[in-house]
């Protein structure tokens, strides 16, 4: 299945990256919520180690880095990568990105990091659990692991009518295909679960869960992607979720 997402990203990273226009300012948690710079969940991050799993285009680990923090980004997908490493060149900071799966962290050391982060890239993690265990082995003692999804509320109302569209707790795998603009189709995979499955695989995987931040979009203007997160329907549930953990 790693393969599949491996080859939806590489495909879209282009449209992604021209349509998000995500910022290097600070880094962000997802559509429609606050970013860093207001939520404040990292602290100064100065000196600080950080790990950024599913870095995409590396924007959020370039923001670090522009704070003075020493940054790796890891993500799957070269092309995305490829992204990250032109955007790094050109607002002219250093961050090492790694082609590397968020599911093993094979070949990072124990105990390596302050800090690791991820914005919206664990949805297509068959295992969290597992998952988590590596993100708590990489992390040294009191780390914090701060992470943002898409909300599990959000993903069950049909964006069209407003109405619930599928079971909450109907969760596991979800395969679509997707048809673009030029005909062309694309397999598209990812993992649906409910709250209570991300926050007992944090504790199970022993990470202390400090906050759960679930960001009201109350003078939501319009985003690019108008059909995913329709303006009024966002302002009633809050597409991103957000859980600041911490390293028992
Ligand atoms: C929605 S993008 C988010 C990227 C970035 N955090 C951002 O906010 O733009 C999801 C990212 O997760 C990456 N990804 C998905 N599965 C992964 C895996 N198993 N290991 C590493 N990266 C993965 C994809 O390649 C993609 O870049």
Redesign the pocket.
């Known amino acids: 299945m790693?393969k599949d997402?491996?080859k939806w990203?590489n495909e879209v990273?282009k449209s992604?990256q021209i349509d998000?226009k995500?910022r290097t300012k600070s880094a962000?948690y997802?559509p429609y919520s606050p970013d860093e710079k207001k939520l404040k969940l990292l602290g100064n991050v100065k000196g600080k180690k950080i790990l950024?799993?599913?870095?995409?285009?590396g924007?959020?680990s370039i923001a670090f880095a522009k704070q003075g923090a020493k940054c790796t980004g890891?993500?799957?997908?070269k092309e995305?990568l490829k992204h990250a490493e032109e955007l790094a060149k050109k607002e002219k900071v250093s961050v090492k990105f790694l082609k590397?799966?968020?599911?093993t962290l094979k070949g990072i050391k124990s105990k390596e990091y302050d800090i690791v982060f991820?914005?919206?890239?664990l949805?297509?993690?068959p295992n969290l659990t597992k998952c988590f265990k590596e993100v708590h082995r990489v992390l040294k003692r009191n780390g914090l692991f701060v992470l943002s999804l898409d909300h599990p509320f959000f993903m069950v109302i049909d964006t069209k009518t407003n109405k619930i569209k599928r079971s909450y707790f109907k969760t596991g795998k979800i395969e679509e295909i997707d048809v673009w603009p030029d005909s062309s189709k694309h397999k598209f995979v990812i993992y649906r679960r409910k709250i209570s499955d991300i926050f007992n695989s944090l504790t199970e995987a022993k990470f202390f869960v400090e906050k759960i931040i679930e960001p009201l979009s109350k003078n939501a203007k319009s985003w690019k992607w108008e059909e995913i997160y329709p303006k009024e329907l966002v302002k009633l549930v809050g597409p991103t979720i957000i859980f600041k953990t911490k390293k028992k």
Do not use: P
């Not at 950024?52 to 285009?57: F, L, P, Q, S, Y």
């Not at 590397?100 to 599911?103: G, L, M, R, T, V």
């Open positions: 790693t997402i491996k990203w990273s992604y998000s995500i962000h997802g950024e799993v599913g870095c995409g285009g924007q959020c890891l993500d799957l997908s995305q590397h799966d968020i599911q991820t914005a919206f890239a949805q297509y993690i």
